[in-house]
């Protein structure tokens, strides 16, 4: 027997699928323009990608006094982070603080899985389907499912045979995994891998890193926050939030730079990397010269400081080389930060292993095999081998629209949107933090909060004018997408492979996703087309049949 509530559809104004760091702020922010929502989440607790990543040293790489929510001037002068960087337990604590404070939990529902979202024409209107059967009816729907958000295992042959434990660092257990004792194996030398493996290494009997591409990580400098930099901090926060927008990180407090890594000597540069190396942080090492992101020779210098740091700290000068990555230019993978990663592999218990030059073959119920036949004896063995990124939560969910349009088809050949927001042929249909958008190439919640203010500004602005209906013209979406593309071109990023590019998943279209111009430039644009009565935008008023 169907559940009686289940039977009749949900009415509301907007739907918004997940519920982290963007969710909710969505949920404070539409709701202050008296509109009724809710949002669905797949996790039995808010919080996203805080809620799912709970991994051994799991850790945001920006710092926490700007890895926060400004909008609200009380929750930031009341907050109390203790340490530089946040710990998951705390990010998690501070979104739930959020969810509390601001009561958002009553409109959150938990534990739900949105399957579909049918767009439909005559009634103007989202028509969403739950896996617990139920239907939400909804002018405008939110997709605020995250970015990194679908992990991904490779198509490893014999995983099921596998004897012992295996995790993603996506979809880790929430009693946590003790690993004392133990042979374990990781496979990922990404952002996960590199935070997790020196935590594991301290438990576990013996520790093998599956090594495929060499990541560069730079010292995080976590420590307590210190009570005279918060109280600084603190007593600056509206205009140091307001200098943020102004940045092409959304974080501010860094000076610009004004000169390019080649016109100083090696000396004068490498005593200035070294600095950076000092302080800790990627932004400050990225960000001390002009042109690291764009010129090839100045990035080799960068890169090869870097380098020669591994080179120093590990002292087995095979694994020093293994771990000193040549095939992609500093800072166009997304660079790592670590608390003595490199370090961790002059331990006893710790080896790694380059399956470059010998791949993994598959999974045998006792360990991991090699193309070569060498087999690896493990008790566990963890996956920190990345998400399907931007794309994958989206495509998870059967958007479509009645008039036979499909989200999947529509980006077949990579994601189409128009400032990250909207996708033509979709309308009402807001993404955050998506493709074409900065998004990942800042201070996340600063960009979450401005396409959030973007979004409730342009609903607002609908309803003011009696209108009810908003998408991006064809032409704005592709001029938007060939522009998010030229500006990569411009740079350095494309040549890695990166999931920038969707590089890491087998099959995947190589388009480079973010927007790489800086969030300064795209906020601005964002606010020359709302002034500009949404250019590139269709507007109109649509007289809904009833039912
Ligand atoms: O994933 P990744 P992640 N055989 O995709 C390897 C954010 N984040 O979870 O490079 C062998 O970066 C793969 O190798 P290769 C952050 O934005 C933030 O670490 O494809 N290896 C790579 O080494 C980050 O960028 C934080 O050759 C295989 C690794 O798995 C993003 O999340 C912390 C393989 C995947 O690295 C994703 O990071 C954590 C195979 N078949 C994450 N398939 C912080 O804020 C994949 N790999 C600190």
Sequence with gaps: MPDASHSVARQLDVVMVGAGLAGLYAI???????????????????????????????????????YSYSFSEELQQEWKWPERYGTQPEILKYINHVADRFDLRRDVQLNTRIKSAVFEWTANEWVVKTD??????????????????????????????????????????????????????VVGTGSSGVQMIPIIARQARQLTVFQRTANFSLPARNGPMEEER??????????RRAAAMDTPFAIAGYPKPTRSALDLSEAERNEAYESKWQEGGSISYLYAYTDLLVNKASNDTASEFVRNKIRSMVKDQRTAELLAPKDHPIGTKRLCLDTNYYETYNRPN?????????????????????????????????????????????????VRTTDGAALREHWEGGPLTYLGLMVSGFPNMFVITG???????????????????????????????????????????????????????????PLANSWYMGANIPGKPRVFMPYVGGFDRYKKRCDEVAAKNYEGFTLSRHETVAA
């Design 350 to 398: 710790v080896s790694l292993v380059d399956v470059r030059s010998d791949p993994i073959q598959g999974i045998t119920a006792t360990g991991l095999r090699l193309a070569s036949g060498a087999e690896h004896t493990l008790d566990a063995l963890v996956f920190a081998t990345g998400f399907d990124a931007m794309t994958g939560a989206l495509k998870e969910i059967d």
């Design 132 to 185: 617990t059967g139920e239907e939400i009816h909804a002018r405008y729907c939110v997709m605020a499912a995250g970015n990194l958000s679908t992990p991904r295992v490779p198509d490893f042959k014999g995983i099921h045979d596998f004897k012992g434990k295996w995790y993603h660092s996506g979809l880790w257990p929430h009693e946590g995994v003790d690993f004392t004792g133990l042979r374990v194996g």
């Design 28 to 66: 404070h922010r539409l709701r202050g323009l008296g509109l009724k929502v809710r949002a669905y989440e797949a996790g039995s607790g808010v919080g996203g990608t805080w809620f799912w990543n709970r991994y051994p040293g799991a850790r945001c790489d920006v710092e926490s006094l700007e």
């Design 435 to 493: 493709p074409g958008s900065p998004g990942v190439k800042t201070q996340m919640i600063a960009s979450i909060e401005q396409h959030v203010d973007w979004i409730a500004g342009a609903i607002d602005h609908l309803g003011r004018h009696q209108l009810d209906r908003i998408e991006p013209t064809p032409k704005a979406e592709i001029e938007w997408v060939h522009h998010v593309n030229q500006v990569a071109d411009s740079t350095l990023y």
């Design 230 to 239: 918060e109280r600084k901090h603190k007593a600056e926060y509206p205009e």
